[in-house]
């Protein structure tokens, strides 16, 4: 990943820390649900955006679980979120 990427990656994992103040271990699929709902409402964000935390959330939470830091993946259970297809018209 370039620094870019990472530096957003940790920048969105941190974000979460700072909204849910719960220790990584009590932390629930209703949260995250609960979390990228109001990160959507409150910075009127697209489905293209939610779905790129989500996905950034469920990596971060993946490693955590082969690691066994914690007993399971919260994000496992929600689903992808799908944004809007455009179409470009080439004239």
Request: charged content about 35%; overall charge positive.
């Amino acid at each position: 990943c370039s620094r870019k990427s990472l530096k957003y990656y940790k920048a969105t994992i941190e974000n979460l820390f700072k909204k849910i103040d719960k220790s990584i271990k009590h932390i629930t699929t209703n949260d995250l649900r609960e979390y990228l709902d109001n990160y959507q409402k409150e910075g009127n964000a697209s489905k293209i955006t939610i779905d790129n935390i989500r996905r950034i959330l469920n990596s971060f939470f993946s490693f955590l679980n082969e690691e066994e830091y914690i007993s399971n993946n919260p994000v496992k259970k929600i689903k992808k979120v799908k944004g809007q297809k455009t179409e470009e018209y080439i004239k």
